[in-house]
Nanobody, 121 residues
Framework: QVQLVESGGGSVQAGESLRLSCTAS??????MGWFRQAPGKEREGVAA????????YYADSVKGRFTISRDNAKNGVYLQMDSLQHEDTAIYYC????????????????WGPGTQVTVSS
């Protein structure tokens, strides 16, 4: 059974940083990524990265502030979040294995349970 497990969420002040981690078991995904969902909003693609780490993809709202990376030896994907804003408050989900465009949540096969990120202004 494929499992994705996130860690690193928490509560911070605006302008601070957090680093999310995700480890995957029983799957070797070409693409892994992160989505988020704020209360009352639809799930939003945050970032995605290919196995070799080339050409990561980012939502416009996080470009220049968030950095996605992978450690293939650990089957892990990470999201460094800097200059956090109140608008970044959401549950963040790790995802793996995509069929189609990365920004569409319906195209991702595996999801982690999510980790809460809360940014106070």
């Amino acid at each position: 059974q494929v499992q994705l497990v996130e860690s690193g969420g928490g509560s911070v002040q605006a302008g601070e940083s957090l680093r999310l981690s995700c480890t995957a078991s029983r799957v070797a995904a070409d693409y892994m990524g992160w989505f988020r969902q704020a209360p009352g909003k639809e799930r939003e693609g945050v970032a995605a990265i290919e196995r070799r780490g080339s050409t990561p993809y980012y939502a416009d709202s996080v470009k220049g502030r968030f950095t996605i990376s992978r450690d293939n030896a650990k089957n892990g994907v990470y999201l460094q979040m800097d200059s956090l804003q109140h608008e970044d408050t959401a549950i963040y989900y790790c995802v793996a294995v995509v069929y189609g465009h990365w920004v569409n949540p319906a195209n991702w096969r595996y999801w982690g349970p999510g980790t809460q990120v809360t940014v106070s202004s």
